[in-house]
């Protein structure tokens, strides 16, 4: 039995031993011929066909992002006010999403107004010949003339519509777009500055007529008597500022704080009227304002200011509330490049791309610093040590952005219009979640947009 068994397992490995021997040699046999298949010619690759997945002209591609209070519909997404089935409408969206619209049209600027938004943009998928669209709040026409029928005008836009303009050729193109408390400015690049919306007190640049009504007339008005090319437009609450090539500015709208300076009275202006005083001889390369104090810049890199000074804003040079003539603030830190004025406080960036603040509110130094009568500068850390090229600012909130594309927002945070995931006060710059270079932003009294480019 013992000796059966044994032969029986000699057997069964002599046979394994030959079963092994066999696939080594079919394996080397198929190792040798799959290396023969797999040689090719080095040119071979190319020769296949190349399959381009992003062409030329969607490669960095402008987008816009918004965020902050979405109610007005100055978001510019029905869904937010009108959401579907029982979701409720969202009172703030205090994260950027990037709209839709600039996927179908080019967008060249944005402005921010109280509760509405209006676009520079032309047609790119889709056929429209309007040169300007806007969204949200329409009370006063400044979006234009918007109604389903006649008679019945639209007082909010949820989604931006076009916004008819009377133009005499239609390659003319909107290059920026200005808004304030409830009027637009529009420059075009050969047909001058159109204005829209409320007029109560001249801030359109036309003569103010007494119990006119806005709501339902939606007037365009060609501004006239401003000699030379305007090359800058800026709005106030409801003032008006214009810049020409030459360096001159001109201002028209209300002027109880002085912001209509020039002839050094502080009415309203209808018709815009050369601003004096130390810009006088200088020739001023851009100004700056948001609601009824004014900056100026020459292109020597002097700042000048004007208007309201209850906050501190100009109290290093003088001791009035109402400035209704620009003065010369001197400013040691070497060349002015950029400039923005708030409700309460003001903003300057050097030529060296540091940042100062000065006057009241959430100055971006701390929740301690409330207040300062001289410029203060902020460290540059808080902008990861790059350099500062633009600042904007609105009642309550700056934004900063940095020569790598950067935004850094702070400010009370009204409806999160500061886009960092929360609506909590924010009392130093925040860096906001963009994937996208921006290149401008827009500051309304409580939301935000930026003009953006793709990185791909």
Request: aromatic share 8%; glycine share 10%; charged share 20%.
């Amino acid at each position: 039995m013992f000796c059966a068994r044994k032969a029986t397992w000699l057997l069964q490995c002599d046979l394994e031993k030959q079963l092994l021997k066999a696939c080594s040699r079919c394996l080397h046999v198929s190792c040798s011929k799959r290396a023969k298949v797999k040689f090719r010619d080095p040119d071979a690759e190319k020769k296949l066909p190349v399959f381009e997945y992003a062409t030329e002209r969607s490669k960095h591609r402008k987008r816009v992002y918004l965020w902050g209070a979405s109610l007005t519909g100055a978001l510019g997404h029905d869904r937010l006010v009108r959401p579907d089935g029982d979701f409720r409408p969202r009172e703030c969206q205090h994260r950027p999403y990037k709209t839709l619209f600039a996927e179908i049209y080019q967008v060249a600027d944005v402005a921010c107004g109280y509760g509405f938004t209006v676009f520079a943009a032309t047609a790119d998928k889709v056929k429209n010949d309007n040169i300007v669209f806007g969204t949200g709040l329409n009370t006063d026409c400044q979006l234009g003339l918007q109604q389903v029928r006649r008679g019945h005008p639209l007082v909010i836009l949820t989604e931006p519509v076009g916004m008819p303009l009377p133009l005499k050729n239609r390659s003319t193109k909107a290059v920026q777009v200005a808004c304030g408390r409830s009027h637009t400015v529009i420059l075009t690049d050969n047909e001058g500055v159109f204005t829209l919306g409320s007029n109560a007190f001249g801030q359109c640049g036309r003569p103010v007529v007494a119990g006119e009504i806005y709501a339902d007339v939606g007037l365009v008005h060609r501004v006239q008597g401003i000699p030379g090319k305007i090359v800058q437009v800026e709005c106030g609450q409801d003032h008006t500022l214009f810049l020409t090539s030459d360096g001159e500015v001109y201002s028209c709208g209300w002027g109880a704080d002085g912001q209509t300076a020039g002839l050094g009275h502080d009415r309203s202006q209808g018709v815009p009227q050369r601003v004096l005083g130390d810009i006088q001889g200088e020739k001023i390369c851009r100004v700056a304002t948001r609601v009824d104090c004014n900056l100026a810049i020459s292109d020597k890199g002097e700042l000048f200011g004007w208007g309201n000074s209850e906050y501190g804003q100009f109290c290093a040079v003088t001791d009035r509330q109402q400035l209704t003539q620009p003065v010369h603030l001197k400013f040691p830190h070497s060349r002015v490049r950029w400039a923005a004025s708030g409700g309460t406080a003001c903003a300057i960036v050097n030529e060296n791309g540091q940042v100062f603040v000065w006057g009241f509110g959430i100055l971006g130094a701390g929740p301690n610093a409330v207040q300062s009568k001289v410029p203060v500068q902020l460290p540059q850390p808080l902008f990861r040590n790059s350099p500062v090229q633009q600042i904007y600012a609105t009642i309550n909130e700056f934004a900063a952005v940095t020569g790598r594309g950067d935004l850094y927002t702070w400010g009370r945070n009204i409806n999160g219009s500061l886009g960092i995931g929360h609506r909590l006060p924010q009392y130093f710059p925040f860096r906001v979640s963009i994937t996208a270079e921006v290149l401008k932003v827009s500051c309304g009294n409580d939301h935000m947009a930026a003009l953006c480019r793709s990185y791909c």
